[in-house]
């Protein structure tokens, strides 16, 4: 079973911009999709943006599309979610997660293993 961790957390100002990561351990990245999803205080975990495996297909929730970018590296096993325009509802912890469907997903049922969370704050 793979391990991920976050990181890139922090403090920024509305309409700033901030890059989180996602490291990915025992096993191949690049033979899953990846996703993010946020959890902000109050509401339930969302979806935020997908990556699928191989092609780099990408999905984004409507309230981030043009404003957020995901990524992938798989040589490297780590995966980026930048975020740009930052609003304070975008404050949320951030969780990346691996998915074994390959093609993008939506739902955190598809997700089989999760990172422990980074958070974001967006605040002036």
């Known amino acids: 079973q793979e391990q991920l961790v976050e990181s890139g957390g922090g403090l920024v100002q509305p309409g700033g911009s901030l890059r989180v990561s996602c490291a990915v351990s025992g096993r191949t990245m690049s033979a899953y999709s990846m996703g993010w999803f946020r959890r902000a205080p109050g509401k339930e975990r969302e979806f935020v943006a997908a990556?699928?495996?191989?092609?780099?297909?990408?999905y984004y929730a409507e309230s981030v599309k043009d404003r957020f970018t995901i990524s992938r590296d798989d040589a490297k096993n780590t995966m980026d979610l930048q975020m740009n325009s930052l609003k304070p509802e975008d404050t949320a912890v951030y969780y990346c997660?691996?998915?074994?469907?390959?093609?993008?997903?939506?739902?955190?049922?598809?997700?089989?293993?999760w990172g422990q969370g980074t958070q974001v704050t967006v605040s002036s």
């Open positions: 997660a691996s998915s074994w469907y390959g093609t993008t997903q939506i739902t955190p049922e598809k997700y089989h293993a």
């Open positions: 990556i699928s495996r191989s092609s780099g297909s990408t």
